[in-house]
């Protein structure tokens, strides 16, 4: 079956360990789709970083975990959520990392930016001195301006597909009264903007190559974080294994 890499997103980690307690970013999905025969490992790149920076880190995480991965040389399908498409699509453009990786699929992904991302940077400019104060104390928070509309519009003259490489997306929406209070207000001005949203990022800009649907979920479900009172699906992890199966079957079909 297909090694998968699972690439996480802003503010996301790898599996974190703790004796006998271990937490993932991806909640529980990796182990389901691990436990239907895959080799699957979860990347653990920089936080806040730029994109440059974490498709920099992603590339060293897949080609250490390569061995184990892929020890007969197969390719990938690697899976990432949120700002960890726009890592991957760099990383299979710019990095040589094309030949490892059979598909992507980019799981409600600002391919086009956020109109959130947008109001916080005009926001942390006026209050905060922008991106400036943060380098001052040493955080690096590039990602927060990778992520404006106008730096994606950038990134997508700058950043092809990757030749041989198969691309899908999926979306994720709900209305503004299913996703969780703190992230209402960035529903609003996402909705007003982009339209259809989960919360972050909308329907329009998370399309990207072959669109397999929209996920009735917020931004945080779906990666298993159920943060809204009842949220129409339960665990999502089924939909990841639809996802994949459909994508094996289009590799099968050609």
């Not at 599996?15 to 080799?39: C, M, Q, T």
């Not at 086009?112 to 940077?121: I, L, V």
Request: aromatic content about 8%; charged content about 20%.
């Amino acid at each position: 079956m297909v090694p998968i890499v699972m690439h996480h997103g802003l503010f996301g980690f790898g599996n974190l360990k703790a004796g006998p307690i271990e937490i993932s970013y991806f909640h529980g999905i990796d182990r389901a789709i691990a436990n239907r025969g895959h080799r699957v490992i979860v990347s653990r790149v920089h936080p806040t970083a730029g994109v440059e920076r974490r498709a920099r880190e992603l590339k060293e995480s897949i080609l250490t975990n390569l061995p184990f991965l892929s020890p007969r040389g197969e390719k990938l399908l690697l899976i990432a959520h949120s700002l960890g498409g726009l890592d991957a699509r760099f990383m299979l453009a710019h990095l040589d990392m094309a030949q490892h990786v059979e598909a992507l699929l980019t799981i409600t992904a600002p391919h086009r930016g956020s109109a959130y991302a947008d109001y916080w940077m005009q926001h942390l400019g006026r209050h905060l001195g922008g991106q400036g104060l943060m380098k001052l104390l040493g955080l690096d928070v590039q990602a927060l301006g990778d992520l404006t509309t106008d730096s994606c519009q950038r990134f997508n003259e700058t950043v092809p597909d990757a030749p041989g490489v198969r691309y899908y997306s999926i979306s994720a929406a709900c209305p503004q009264l299913q996703v969780p209070p703190f992230a209402m207000h960035s529903h609003k001005i996402v909705f007003k903007a982009e339209g259809e949203n989960d919360g972050l990022v909308s329907v329009r800009s998370s399309r990207w190559g072959q669109h397999l649907g929209v996920w009735p979920a917020d931004h945080f479900h779906t990666i298993n974080r159920r943060f809204a009172q009842n949220p129409p699906i339960t665990d999502i992890s089924p939909h990841y294994i639809n996802a994949v199966r459909q994508i094996e079957l289009d590799s099968q079909s050609q």
